[in-house]
RNA sequence: GGCCGGUUCGUCUAUCGGCUAGGACAUCUCCCUUUCACGGAGGAAAGACGGGUUCGAUUCCCGUACCGGCUACCA
């Protein structure tokens, strides 16, 4: 291929963005940048009666977050444009025109009521090959019939005329070889009553006019590449087409099917990249981000679902991802998403990341939880210090506040059973120690604490969860020493003076 | 129903004719850790089925089964 790599992600503004989606968008940036091409960003907006307000946006916002920015689009401009299709109206009608002329296409008057009725009637009926002869169009009504009808408006479609018994193929990146006999394949329609195309005319066309190389979908639009490859053979020519390759789906964790939006709900985990609230049900699905997920995480469960680089490799970064990316290593068979997995590539980049990656992230999440934070250096010391227990930044808050404010719970139930007169007495030694002590490192503090453990004739293990209770409220959080280092003397000695009252 | 695609541990996957079928997640056991993690060691766990081709098939071919997708004036 001499010709510069173009490809080009093309949703509908529908609503949402779910993972499917996401990963198309990552395998054609990835491709885009290994092959140092350009990532158009078409909206698909065609159908009218869809159209959801801030579904544009959202799109945008999903791709920013993840850092998968296009080249060309409404908002980043290009050369190509316009990026939305909707404005491109004028320019499909032409070459429908043109197909109808050359006799690949022709009008179809029959109104959506009959061609329900008709479906009624015959329960799987086709608009094609065998039944047009019998449908309201330009191949069964006389030509006059016919002017009379586009001279008075009459609403009508311009459908495909689909050439008899022929062989239909192309070579997928990733199937290779597919087939299609075109007695098979039904006479789609191309242009609807409003003048707006339909997608198979509009990819057509639009691929064409902004020069795309390679063209990446999901599986479930395999059965109508042979309409593509006709439109290309009859409009432009099978020279110029795009190379194509079909994503496999991603599928359901448990039972049967493509992943669809509901299922998170109904599992437990998020379906789309960020939070997504439809403006006209008002209903709210979960995203990634809001989830916890950080976006190197997201990016790389993504693109190992269906793809990897032939080694053992599992964790890999944006700019190794585009180094090693190749369509040609991508899985025909559909993969199934496992929100676990997906949960261990972000605990392992919370590990890796430096922690200034997602500080201000997780300042945010405390601040949202009510925890106020004054002290970023501090804040960052306890982040190092915790992020080895935190799975997804939502845990942080768990880990880290009481580290910034009294614990609101003391777990008293987990020392009560076990508490004596001998450990109160341990204690109120310990607060003495404790106020003398002119060094507060937690090598310090862990000697004292063992020392005067040893002198009460005590195990230091008696005496460590109570310890860490009274600092933490409860049983987690790192090693109980280090975190009466960060509280420092007061607020240590404070907390174990309050839940000694409290064992009172 | 028709057309198209797919089929390796529970899940994601390696293998491009030589396999004692490797890794990861999850799971189990143990070690480390006087919390929980992290880390370390180990265990259990797979080639849908039937025919070919071949000295040899998980790998190539053909059937069957099963799974999925599509079958709108939606994308």
Not at 301 to 310: K, P, S
Request: proline share 5%; net charge negative; hydrophobic share 40%.
């Amino acid at each position: 291929m001499d010709r510069k790599v173009r490809v080009r992600f093309a949703p509908s503004p529908t609503g949402g963005l779910h993972i499917g989606g996401m990963r198309t968008v990552l395998f054609n940036y990835l491709f885009a940048k290994h092959h140092k091409g350009e990532f158009i960003l078409r909206i698909e907006d065609t159908d009218q009666n869809r159209f959801v307000p801030g579904a544009e946006e959202y799109i945008f916002d999903c791709l920013k977050w993840c850092g998968l920015q296009p080249d060309e689009s409404i908002i980043h401009g290009g050369a190509y444009g316009p990026y939305r299709q909707s404005e491109r109206k004028d320019l499909y009608k032409k070459y429908a025109d043109e197909l109808v002329k050359n006799d690949h296409a022709y009008y179809a008057f029959d109104t959506p009521a009959e061609l329900e009725e008709k479906r009624k009637q015959t329960p799987n009926f086709q608009y094609n090959q065998s039944t047009r002869n019998v449908m309201k169009n330009s191949l069964t009504l006389c030509d006059d019939e016919v002017k009379k009808l586009l001279a008075t408006n009459t609403q009508h479609v311009i459908r495909i005329k689909i050439p008899h018994d022929e062989t239909v193929g192309f070579t997928d990146m990733i199937r290779g070889a597919v087939n299609f006999n075109t007695t098979q394949v039904d006479d789609k329609v191309l242009l609807k009553a409003d003048g707006m195309p339909t997608y198979h005319l509009a990819v057509v066309v639009d691929d064409y006019l902004m020069k795309v190389t390679h063209a990446f979908r999901g599986e479930e639009w395999l059965p109508s590449a042979p309409v593509h490859i006709l439109l290309w053979q009859y409009l432009f020519g099978l020279e110029n087409m795009p190379e194509w390759a079909h994503l496999p789906l991603i599928l359901k964790p448990d039972g049967k099917g493509k992943l669809s939006k509901r299922d998170g709900d109904r599992l437990g985990f998020p379906v789309f990249a960020m939070n997504w609230t439809d403006p006209k049900t008002g209903e709210l699905t979960a995203g990634f981000r809001e989830r916890g997920f950080l976006p190197e995480a997201f990016i790389n469960f993504l693109a190992l679902l269906g793809w990897n680089d032939g080694t053992e490799q599992e964790v890999f970064s944006i700019d190794e991802l585009i180094k090693n990316f190749s369509m040609e290593r991508v899985h025909k068979s559909g993969a199934r998403f496992d929100f676990e997995k997906s949960k261990w590539f972000n605990h392992e980049w919370i590990k890796r990341l430096p922690v200034s990656a997602y500080l201000a992230t997780v300042k945010q999440l405390l601040q949202d939880a009510g925890v106020g934070v004054t002290d970023d250096e501090k804040l960052k010391t306890v982040v190092e210090l915790v992020k080895d227990r935190c799975i997804l930044l939502t845990d942080f808050v768990q880990q880290s506040s009481f580290f910034f404010q009294t614990p609101k719970e003391i777990d008293v139930n987990a020392i009560q059973p076990k508490w004596n007169e001998q450990k109160q007495q341990f204690f109120a030694e310990l607060i003495r120690t404790y106020e003398l002590s002119t060094l507060w490192q937690h090598e310090d503090l862990e000697n004292s604490f063992k020392e005067l453990a040893a002198a009460s004739q005590m195990k230091p293990g008696d005496v460590l969860l109570p310890f860490r209770i009274m600092l933490v409220g409860g049983k987690f959080g790192p090693h109980v020493f280090n975190i009466a280092e960060v509280l420092g003397k007061e607020e240590t000695l404070t907390r174990i003076k309050n839940t000694l009252q409290l064992l009172q």
